[in-house]
Nanobody, 122 residues
Framework: QVQLVESGGGLVQAGGSLRLSCAAS????????MGWFRQGPGKEREFVAA????????SYADSVKGRFTISRDNAKNTMYLQMNSLKPEDTAVYYC???????????????WGQGTQVTVSS
């Protein structure tokens, strides 16, 4: 039901920063748990981070802990992923996802965006 659109991807040098945005349609954004996934060249899609509906609970993949920060602004129907200290291994298409489930501890999402490319050069 919800439609998601990612933006903010691009080309950055290793050690640089980038902020991704995910804009959601509808009037019930705060009823969805939100997450970020990524898929690198020749790889399977993997979980990156998730954030709860409104209490600030977050979860992160071990590979991005301490470097990436997920956040959301329910008044703007938007979720963000702040990416710092980027590495070439972070190069991937990044996808926004949403689910009605309140848990940030599973990766079974129901709705997906089209993806935005992030390329980190060395």
């Amino acid at each position: 039901q919800v439609q998601l659109v990612e933006s903010g991807g691009g080309l950055v040098q290793a050690g640089g920063s980038l902020r991704l945005s995910c804009a959601a349609s509808g009037r019930t954004f705060s009823t969805y748990t939100m997450g970020w996934f990524r898929q690198g060249p020749g790889k399977e899609r993997e979980f990156v981070a998730a954030i709860s509906k409104n209490d600030g609970t977050t979860s992160y993949a071990d590979s991005v802990k301490g470097r990436f920060t997920i956040s959301r602004d329910n008044a703007k129907n938007t979720m963000y992923l702040q990416m710092n200290s980027l590495k070439p291994e972070d190069t991937a298409v990044y996808y926004c996802a949403a689910k009605k489930s309140a848990s940030v501890w599973d990766i079974n999402y129901d709705y997906w965006g089209q993806g935005t490319q992030v390329t980190v050069s060395s």
